[in-house]
């Protein structure tokens, strides 16, 4: 059998099981979870891993589809990925490094976008790529343009086909300045892993700064890159013609976090998150605070529970160090059972509130605003593709058939499912696998009542 930590090949086969859940709700979560690696810094390490000349070591690798489907990525370019010398580490050897067929490379790309993040490397490495049609939850356009065009300043010629895209850099990868539309996550990442090998210097301007990024330029710099930041969302690259491997234990995964401290107030229970840390949640920290939640900061981790009757807030989602749109879905869920309005703006994706239908079935009052609202004090500026969901609460949630839309609004789902009166059949849970290391183990360990029907 296959495990996350293997390798995976995109086959038409029925949806494994662990699909389908019965849950029954009303039982309030109670214990300890642990969170390990952070699934977006380990699958983008491990691509980096391409760079270096010598094996790299990437340690608290959790076991996510997303983290098999880079895995497979790599082995089909020729990496041995291997397990390291603890439980959750991966030996990474690039010595042999070779160009895949299209055919083998779209076979295991799966639903992820992580294969995006292969340009610039594969570049660097065969002088062409070719990166197949990309999945990734349903969360908008989640257009590449961004990639695209930086790739294009660093001189590389891109060429669409009908599978994918191809591309090559027929006078090699040099230095340029490049000023993203939207300090992108995916698209700050692709500059750094282009640009740490490129000829000469690259100054980024509006890149992302989310604690990932951070972690993966220690990462490049672990593998013999140079790269500064100012404070202003700049960042300066310095090309380097040699790299290394690293060995590097990966930041914890703050979006599992948050859902778990998410799930302890919606169902009025306690959990101890263990490996949560405080200086990368502080904004969550904040809101949970001003919504009613409670928690207590140790050295291995956070414990979270309610601290009272549960208060309305408003929020709006935006990148670091604002509140990360990730965190908007399982919070809603305890924001139904507020005393009062509240209101979630969606800024970063176009299409992040499809989620809450599952929930107005399960009897929640929440009308979402398409185009955004206006009026009232704003943190972020408005963007054009914003939605807004106004939750009126508390509400008594009750079971329905839902089916699950995509891997946070998922684990909001069956949040729900647990604080909702009677049965819920919940379909599509195996995507939370992207997501959610050992996820139905958690659940159980937290004394969820459910079972696995289908
Ligand atoms: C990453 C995270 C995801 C998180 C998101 C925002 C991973 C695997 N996923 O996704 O969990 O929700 O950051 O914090 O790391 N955009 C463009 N053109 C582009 C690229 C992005 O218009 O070429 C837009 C997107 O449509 C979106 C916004 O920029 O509106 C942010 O996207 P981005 O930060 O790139 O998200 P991801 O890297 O895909």
Known sequence: MTTPLQGTRREATAAPRGDVLAIRGGRALRGRVKVTGAKNLATKAMVASLLGETVSVLRDVPEL????????????????????????????????????????????????????????????????????????????????????????????????????????????????????????????????????????????????????????????????????????????????????????????DRNEAASWAS?????????????????????FLNVYRKAGGWFDIHEDGILFRRGGPLKPVVVETDVHPGFMTDWQQPLTVALTQAEGESIVHETVYENRMGFTDALVKMGADIVVHPHGLDGGYRRVARRELEQAAVINGPTPLHGADIVVPDLRGGYSHVIAALTASGESIVSGVEILSRGYEKFLDKLEALGADFDVIG
């Not at 976008?113 to 610039?120: D, E, K, N, S, Y």
């Open 65 to 252: 589809s997303d983290v098999g489907v880079v895995r497979s990525l790599l082995e089909v370019h020729g990496v041995h990925v291997s397990e390291g010398d603890e439980p959750g580490s991966l030996r990474l050897d690039p010595s042999d490094v070779e160009s895949a067929h299209m055919e083998e490379i779209d076979a295991h790309a799966g639903a992820s976008r992580i294969p995006i993040l292969f340009c610039g490397p594969l570049l660097h490495r065969l002088g062409q790529a070719f990166i197949p049609d990309l999945g990734g939850c349903r969360i908008g356009d989640r257009p590449i343009d961004f990639h695209l065009d930086a790739l294009r300043k660093f001189g590389a010629v891109v060429e669409k086909l009908p599978s994918g895209i191809r591309l090559s850099a027929p006078e090699g990868l040099h230095g340029a300045e490049i000023t993203l539309p939207y300090p992108s996550v995916g698209a700050t990442e692709q500059v750094l892993l282009t640009a740490v090998r490129a000829d000469g210097v690259t100054e980024l301007h509006n890149a992302a700064i989310e604690p990932e990024i951070m972690d993966l330029i220690a990462v490049l710099q672990k593998m013999g890159a140079i790269i500064s930041y100012e404070p202003n969302r700049v960042i300066f690259i310095e090309g380097v013609p040699h790299l290394r491997g690293y060995d590097h234990r990966s930041i914890f």
């Open 263 to 283: 799930a302890a107030l919606a169902t009025d229970g306690e959990i101890f998150v263990e490996g949560a840390r405080q200086q990368e949640m502080l904004t």
